[in-house]
């Protein structure tokens, strides 16, 4: 006989499908595939005191699967599956020599670094016909430091003879809404491109789940 918290949740499922229910309903319905439902609960309650994303179970390691899964091999299977899922939705990186969109490179980067923690600058260097020919981490920090110079940028972008480049960094907060400083950077870095020949394609901004394009809002033209 199922416990009814289980039975809850599959009489949820089959009426309004999987996707209502929440991360809680969700670890619980899993662990429940191993376990006995009062312990499955008792492991839950475990994960959601040191963990507040479900995202976090596909960077443990087997040490701290051993908390949650007893046995090596459903330790094994539980890995497996994170895999399986961060396969279906691993986005693909962008390729030297494609030609990309502001929403592709915007989309590609939310998977890449949408989700850190520490602010990064990268740049997407293109040639005539706007395919890649280069991409690199420029720096890392906020974009406010004296680190991040024009000069730096510029000179990566003549060494591989770019003829345009796109900037993109990342708001650790989520928010993907520029601010002063990300708009007077992007003007700024406009003019010293327009000064040597190489011209700022767009300045995106992206966070965990979104990007935002100077060029698509048209600040940038």
């Given at each position: 006989m199922r416990?009814?918290?289980?039975?809850?949740?599959?009489?949820?499922m089959k009426t309004f499908g999987v996707e209502v229910l929440n991360d809680h309903e969700i670890l619980l319905y899993i662990l429940n595939q191993w376990y006995p439902v009062e312990i499955a609960q008792l492991k839950a309650q475990l994960f959601w005191r040191q963990y507040s994303d479900l995202r976090q179970l596909q960077k443990l390691?087997?040490?701290?699967?051993?908390l949650f899964l007893d046995k090596e091999t459903d330790i094994m299977q539980f890995q497996v599956m994170c895999e399986f899922v961060r396969r279906i939705f691993k986005r693909p990186d962008l390729v030297l020599g494609q030609v990309c969109s502001s929403k592709k490179i915007g989309e590609v980067m939310?998977?890449?670094?949408?989700?850190?923690?520490?602010?990064?600058l990268y740049g997407v260097f293109l040639d005539t016909k706007n395919q890649i020919i280069h991409q690199a981490e420029l720096f890392k920090g906020t974009l406010n430091q004296a680190t991040v110079h024009p000069r730096e940028i510029c000179q990566c972008a003549l060494y591989y003879s770019a003829a345009r480049f796109i900037l993109v960094h990342n708001h650790p907060s989520g928010i993907v809404t520029p601010s002063q400083h990300d708009l007077d950077f992007t003007q700024r870095m406009s003019k010293v491109g327009e000064l040597i020949g190489i011209n700022l394609l767009d300045h995106i901004i992206v966070g965990d789940h979104s990007y935002f394009s100077m060029r698509e809002e048209q600040i940038l033209r």
């Open positions: 416990n009814n918290d289980i039975q809850r949740l599959e009489n949820k390691s087997t040490l701290e699967n051993q939310v998977a890449k670094i949408g989700c850190l923690k520490q602010e990064v």
